[in-house]
C-alpha cells in the first residue's frame, strides 16, 4: 500500500467520525429540550399526567405554577443532572477509574455532615443548610487536598484516592453521630430526607445562588474536555506531552467539586448519576472526552429532569429523587456491563 | 559536534535519605547521535531518561537542553523539544489508536485548543509510519504488545520532537516490527533527530547506535564512538558475565553461555 493511498483511506473515516458523534450530540440535545419542555405540562395540577395548554393560557393558578415552580425546579434538576455527570466524567477522567464518581474524595460525606450539623443546630433554615452543605463539602475536598499532600506513599492520584477515604470516613463517623444527637421526631427524620434528596422546595432564588458557581463550573469543564484525555494517562507521560498534570488535574477536581456542592446544597444527596452517565456517554461517543464530555452533560441533564418528574409526579407524595436514581442508575449501571463489547484484561 | 543534552554532576535518589541510583553522573548527547544505554537491571537508565525529561529532579547536579537548564524552559517548549517512549503505559479508557496518538499534539496547543485537522493529519502519518494505520480506529486496550508498543512510538513521532527519548523500545516486538522499527530510528535521524535510547539488546544497539553508555552502579563506566566502547571485556564488565563479540556479514553480535 502505498503512503498516499493508505493515508486517504484514513482521513474519510475521520470526517465520518466527528460528524456522527456531532449527529448524535444533536440528537440528544432535542431530546434534552423536549423532555425540558414536555416537563412543564407535567405533573398533579390540575390532574395528574399533561397539562392542557389551553389551561395554561386562561388559568391563573396553572401559570403561577408552571413558572413559579416548575420551571426553576425543572431547570434546577437540569443542573443537578449535568453537574454531576459532568463532575464523574471528571473524576473518572482523572483518577482512571470509571467506578469513581463526584462524591469521591470525602465531598458527598462532607456536604451531608453540613448539612445535618445546620438542621440540628441552626433549626433548619433552608439557606443556612444549603450554604452550610456546600461550605462543609468544598471543606472535605480541601482536607483530603492537603492530606495527600502530606502523604508520603504513591503518586498524586493514589494520595488523593487515600486520602478521600480518610476523609469520607471521618465525615460519615460525624453523620453518625449527629443522627445520634438528633431528636428523633423532627430533626432525624429531616437529616433523613435530606440525605435521600429532593427538589420539591427549590425556588428562583434557589435556582439562581446555585446557577453562577454551575455555569462557569461547566463551561470551564467543557472547554478543557481534550485536557482530560491527557490527565488520565499517567503523570511522567502527561508531563512528557508538555502538560502541568498537577496543576491542571487540581483546577478541573476544584471546578468539579464546586459544581457538586453547589447542586448538592439545595437538592440533598443524589447518587449514581456521576457513576453512570459518564458510562452510557463513553459506550455512544467513545472514550474520547471530546465528545463523550458534552454526551455527558445532554444525558445527565436529560436523566435529572426526567428523574425529578418521576419523583413529583408518580405517587401523591414526592419520591425522594436519590432512590429513583440510585435505583435507575443501578439498572443502567448492570445493563452496561453485561452488553459490554468486549473484555478488558488490563486490570 | 554540539551537545543537545548533557548532564553535569548528576546525583539522583528516589525518596530522601535512600541510596542514591545515580551518583555524579556526567553525560553529553551529541546533536544528531544515536545513543543507546546499556546496563544491568535497576541501574538507573530509565531513571536518566526520565530526568532528561525534567519529569525527576537530581539532588544535584543539572540537566541541560541546548546549553540551558531544563528548568529555564516552559513546559510546552520542552514537550516540543522531547518526546519519551515508554516501556509500558496503562491506558484506562478505550481511546481509538488514533484519539491516543492525537494527545501528541498537546505541546503545540494552547490549554483550550483542541487539535485541528492539521494536527489530525500528522497523528495520521505517525500511524501509518508504525504500520499501524489499518488500526487507527481500534481501541487501544485491545492491541497486543507489540502493537501498543508501536502506538507509543507513534505518539512521540506526532509529537515531532528534536531529541527521541525511548525506554527498552523493543522489548515487545517481533523481528519484523523490530526491523521495522531501526529503519524508521535511522530515518528520522537522516532528518536531524537526536535518539536515545535504553536497550537490553545489544544487537538493536549494534543496528542502530552510533554512541553508547554503559552504566553500573549509578555511574557511566564506558562512554563513547559505538565502536569504541562496544567490546567484549566492556560489556563482561558492566553485565559481570563473560561475553563475546564476533562478526557475522559485516554485523556484530554479542555472543554467550
Redesign the interface.
Known amino acids: 500500500?502505498s503512503?498516499s493511498t493508505?493515508?486517504a483511506?484514513?482521513?474519510p473515516?475521520?470526517g465520518w467520525?466527528a460528524a456522527s458523534a456531532r449527529r448524535k450530540l444533536a440528537l440528544i440535545a432535542a431530546l434534552l429540550m423536549v423532555v425540558v419542555a414536555l416537563s412543564l405540562f407535567v405533573g398533579r395540577y390540575p390532574s395528574p399526567g399533561f397539562m392542557s395548554l389551553d389551561r395554561l393560557a386562561t388559568d391563573d393558578l396553572a401559570q403561577r405554577l408552571v413558572f413559579d415552580l416548575r420551571l426553576p425546579r425543572i431547570l434546577t434538576a437540569l443542573a443537578l443532572g449535568m453537574s454531576l455527570a459532568a463532575a464523574g466524567a471528571v473524576f473518572q477522567?482523572i483518577f482512571?477509574?470509571?467506578l469513581v464518581d463526584p462524591g469521591f474524595l470525602g465531598v458527598s460525606q462532607g456536604a451531608a455532615f453540613g448539612a445535618s450539623l445546620a438542621i440540628i443546630f441552626f433549626g433548619s433554615v433552608a439557606w443556612i443548610v444549603q450554604a452550610s452543605a456546600a461550605i462543609f463539602a468544598v471543606a472535605a475536598l480541601a482536607l483530603t487536598y492537603l492530606l495527600a499532600q502530606r502523604a508520603r506513599f504513591g503518586g498524586s492520584v493514589i494520595r488523593l484516592v487515600l486520602a478521600g477515604i480518610a476523609v469520607s470516613a471521618f465525615f460519615s463517623a460525624g453523620v453518625g453521630g449527629l443522627k445520634y444527637l438528633a431528636d428523633p421526631m423532627t430533626q432525624l427524620q429531616e437529616i433523613t430526607f435530606w440525605l435521600l434528596g429532593g427538589l420539591q422546595s427549590i425556588t428562583w432564588m434557589q435556582f439562581w445562588s446555585i446557577a453562577p458557581a454551575v455555569s462557569i463550573s461547566l463551561f470551564v469543564i467543557y472547554?478543557?474536555r481534550?485536557?482530560l484525555?491527557?490527565l488520565?494517562?499517567?503523570?511522567?507521560?502527561a508531563?512528557?506531552?508538555?502538560?502541568?498534570p498537577a496543576r491542571?488535574r487540581a483546577l478541573l477536581l476544584g471546578v468539579s467539586v464546586a459544581a457538586t456542592a453547589a447542586v448538592v446544597s439545595v437538592c440533598g444527596m443524589v447518587g449514581w448519576l456521576g457513576l453512570i452517565v459518564p458510562h452510557i456517554a463513553?459506550r455512544i461517543f467513545?472514550?474520547?472526552a471530546?465528545y463523550s464530555v458534552p454526551g455527558a452533560l445532554l444525558i445527565g441533564g436529560v436523566f435529572g429532569v426526567l428523574c425529578d418528574d418521576i419523583a413529583r409526579t408518580l405517587f401523591a407524595g414526592e419520591i425522594p429523587i436519590g432512590i429513583l436514581t440510585s435505583l435507575i442508575g443501578a439498572v443502567f449501571f448492570i445493563l452496561i456491563f453485561m452488553t459490554y463489547g468486549?473484555v478488558?484484561e488490563?486490570? | 559536534m554540539t551537545a543537545i543534552l548533557a548532564f553535569e554532576e548528576l546525583t539522583f535518589g528516589y525518596g530522601s535519605g535512600t541510596r542514591a541510583v545515580l551518583d555524579g553522573l556526567s553525560l553529553d548527547i551529541e546533536c544528531g547521535s544515536v545513543t543507546a544505554i546499556l546496563g544491568p537491571n535497576g541501574v538507573g537508565k530509565s531513571t536518566l531518561l526520565h530526568l532528561a525529561l525534567g519529569w525527576l529532579r537530581a539532588r544535584s547536579g543539572r540537566v541541560l537542553l541546548d546549553g540551558q537548564p531544563l528548568g529555564s524552559y516552559p513546559r510546552r517548549r520542552l514537550g516540543q523539544s522531547m518526546a519519551l517512549v515508554p516501556q509500558v503505559e496503562q491506558t484506562p479508557f478505550d481511546y481509538t489508536v488514533l484519539d491516543y496518538v492525537l494527545l501528541a499534539r498537546a505541546p503545540y496547543l494552547a490549554p483550550l485548543e483542541m487539535p485541528g485537522a492539521e494536527d489530525e493529519r500528522i497523528a495520521e502519518e505517525a500511524i501509518e509510519e508504525v504500520g499501524l494505520a489499518p488500526l487507527c480506529h481500534r481501541s487501544i486496550t485491545t492491541l497486543s504488545g507489540g502493537e501498543r508498543q508501536n502506538a507509543l512510538l507513534a505518539r512521540a513521532l506526532a509529537q515531532q520532537p528534536r531529541l527521541l527519548l525511548m525506554d527498552e523500545p523493543t522489548t515487545h516486538l517481533d523481528l519484523a516490527h523490530k526491523v521495522r522499527l531501526v529503519h524508521l530510528v535511522r530515518d528520522r535521524v537522516a532528518r536531524g533527530m537526536t535518539v536515545l535510547l535504553t536497550t537490553h539488546e545489544p544487537d538493536v544497539a549494534a543496528a542502530i547506535a552510533t554512541h553508547m553508555v554503559l552504566m553500573r552502579d549509578g555511574q557511566v563506566c564506558a562512554s563513547g564512538a559505538f565502536a569504541d566502547v562496544f567490546t567484549s571485556d566492556n560489556l563482561s564488565a558492566v553485565y559481570g558475565v563473560p561475553v563475546k563479540i564476533a562478526e557475522v556479514d559485516g554485523r556484530q553480535v554479542v555472543l554467550w553461555t
Open positions: 500500500m503512503r493508505s493515508a483511506s484514513v482521513r473515516a475521520l467520525r477522567q482512571a477509574n470509571p472547554r478543557m481534550w485536557r484525555n491527557l488520565s494517562l499517567d503523570d511522567a507521560t508531563f512528557s506531552l508538555g502538560a502541568t491542571e463513553r467513545g472514550a474520547d471530546r468486549h478488558n488490563q486490570r
